[in-house]
């Protein structure tokens, strides 16, 4: 055990997993296509940098931000450059590669031991983009400064990878990356783990914090509210553990390993699997084998915040298959959790303070988003939320009102003002 700062979140909510859980043995899985979506770097207008046909090695950058020369996408394979899809007014929709085992791109990682050296490495092999702040949950810009750094190693979402066993014997390389990471901030690291053994060693500057309780626990949301909480002056970045690991092995070996360990799990499969994948890896491809009959639904992330999509997004470690007749209305799976895990005997405002794990004023919050009323909004804590932290208040509600979609419409104002 360690001794570092403690989290936990009274209440919650246990959710059932969809599907038998996984054992834990990781497989690697390839897939013949691999894709980078223009939906997961909302706000960035890309100028592509590739062309259809072209042959490119892992690293390569294929699109870059207009605005922000720098910020960019690189490839996490590589392989020929398949389709390049734009979808309306122009913005891109994906960029599909063919893999093929050719040599990675080298990086120099000489200067990667100081705020410049580590924030040019990181964007030079598209592992900037690992970063979101809060507010507004962005990719921060290539000239921004956070006032702190959270790192999330613990999962509550059911069926998701154990981070100790994704992490076991690379213990040395994640601890070079989180070194890494202490050059972008002059204020604290908060690496969030579940209780236990600390994944790294505690400094000055790395702070342990053991996160227990329900899920929203592991909600980085949940962990920036408690320890945090960002302004507009003083915004907070967070990543995740596994791309933490993606930046000690550039560091360690020179070259991008764009790898994700992630679950495939759902009622629509036969035996449930833990994979090391590529990003972007083709998931109809690694269901496909041990789907049951019937027509079914692919989800990248788990059910309750999952997105349906042929190719694993940038943020998930999930992947969900489902029967396609169990998902006709949007919010199916709230209402049959609901009854599943809520009981009768809840009123909805002591329900709604259990699925928000914030320590927010939650009922006068959700009027506000409801209503659009940004400033109150604001003034009751929005700014330190994502749509991942309400998608629990949609499902204890019902699904009636996409609370996520409301927060993100309130945070696309405030972000205008």
Not at 312 to 338: G, M
Request: include cysteine.
């Amino acid at each position: 055990m360690n001794n570092g700062m403690k989290i936990r979140v009274r209440g919650g909510l246990p959710l059932p997993p969809v599907g038998s859980p996984v054992n834990g043995t990781t497989e690697v899985a390839t897939t013949e296509r691999v894709a980078l979506l223009g939906a997961d770097y909302p706000g960035m207008r890309a100028r592509i940098l590739v062309d259809q046909g072209d042959i490119v090695e892992a690293g390569a950058p294929l699109f870059e931000d207009r605005g922000k020369p720098g910020l960019r996408g690189t490839a996490p394979v590589s392989g020929k450059v398949l389709q390049i899809n734009m979808g309306a007014k122009r913005r891109l929709s994906s960029i599909v590669l063919a893999a093929n085992n050719e040599a990675p791109l080298r990086f120099d990682v000489s200067r990667a031991n100081s705020n410049d050296g580590v924030r040019a490495l990181m964007q030079e092999t598209g592992l900037w983009t690992s970063f979101r702040t809060r507010p507004f949950d962005r990719v921060p810009s290539i000239e921004g400064k956070a006032a702190a750094i959270f790192v999330t190693a613990t999962d509550t979402y059911p069926n998701a990878p154990n981070p100790r066993h994704v992490l076991a014997g690379q213990e040395n390389i994640f601890t070079r990356g989180l070194a890494a990471l202490k050059h972008l901030t002059q204020g604290k690291l908060y690496l969030c783990q579940n209780a236990g053994a600390a994944l790294a060693e505690a400094d000055p500057q790395i702070v342990i914090v053991n996160v227990s309780g329900h899920h929203p626990a592991g909600l980085v949301g949940t962990h920036i509210n408690r320890l945090h909480p960002p302004t507009r002056q003083g915004p907070v970045w967070h990543i995740g553990y596994q791309d933490v690991l993606a930046l000690g092995k550039v560091l360690t070996e020179g070259h991008l390993i764009s790898v994700r360990t992630i679950t495939l799990t759902g009622e629509g499969l036969r035996q449930p699997r833990q994979l090391q994948v590529p990003m972007g890896a083709d998931l109809h491809a690694l269901a496909r084998r041990e789907m049951t009959p019937g027509q079914k639904r692919i989800l990248s992330g788990p059910v309750i915040v999952g997105r349906e999509c042929q190719f694993l997004t940038r943020y998930h470690l999930q992947a969900t298959v489902l029967n396609a007749k169990a998902v006709a209305p949007r919010h199916w799976f709230f209402a049959a959790l609901r009854a599943a895990a809520v009981p009768e005997a809840f009123v909805p405002t002591e329900a709604l303070e259990r699925a928000l794990g914030p320590k927010l004023h939650v009922v006068p919050l959700l009027r506000a988003l409801s209503i659009g009323d940004a400033e109150t909004a604001a003034r009751l804590g929005c700014l330190q939320l994502a749509e991942e932290d309400l998608a629990l208040a949609t499902y204890v509600t019902g699904g009636e009102i996409d609370f996520g979609m409301r927060l993100r419409s309130v945070l696309d104002v405030l972000e205008a003002s």
